[in-house]
Nanobody, 128 residues
Framework: QVQLAESGGDLVQPGGSLRLSCAHSGFTSGPYAIGWFRQTPGKEREGVSYISIEDGVSDYAGSVKGRFTISRDNAKNTVYLQMHSLKPEDTAVYYC?????????????????????WGQGTQVTVSS
């Protein structure tokens, strides 16, 4: 049974840092990529970053580029999202998701429908 489990969400002051973790398990093959998405009430889920598990190719949304870093530890089946210089607008529920199979174009990894499994989410609140 495939499982994704996020952890690391917390309340942090503006300018602070957090590291989110996404532990994945139960895959008989893959996953091909792990993505981080976030959502606030009344808004659509938006892509934050993704990473391919095998070769580590990654990308970031413009709003987080230079502040967030995605990485993976394949020995631990875990993907991390290191977040620095956090802003109040980063406040959201953060979800990790797994695309089990190769996608033909990397840009597709910004599309929530390309992901086969989702975690339960972890709350990040940036506030003074």
């Amino acid at each position: 049974q495939v499982q994704l489990a996020e952890s690391g969400g917390d309340l942090v002051q503006p300018g602070g840092s957090l590291r989110l973790s996404c532990a994945h398990s139960g895959f008989t093959s893959g996953p091909y990529a792990i993505g981080w998405f976030r959502q606030t009430p009344g808004k659509e889920r938006e892509g934050v970053s993704y990473i391919s598990i095998e070769d580590g190719v990654s990308d970031y949304a413009g709003s987080v580029k230079g502040r967030f870093t995605i990485s993976r530890d394949n020995a631990k089946n875990t993907v991390y999202l290191q977040m620095h210089s956090l802003k109040p607008e980063d406040t959201a529920v953060y979800y990790c998701a797994a695309a089990q199979y190769v996608v033909p174009y990397a840009l597709l990894l910004w599309d929530t429908t390309e992901y086969d499994y989702w975690g339960q989410g972890t709350q990040v609140t940036v506030s003074s």
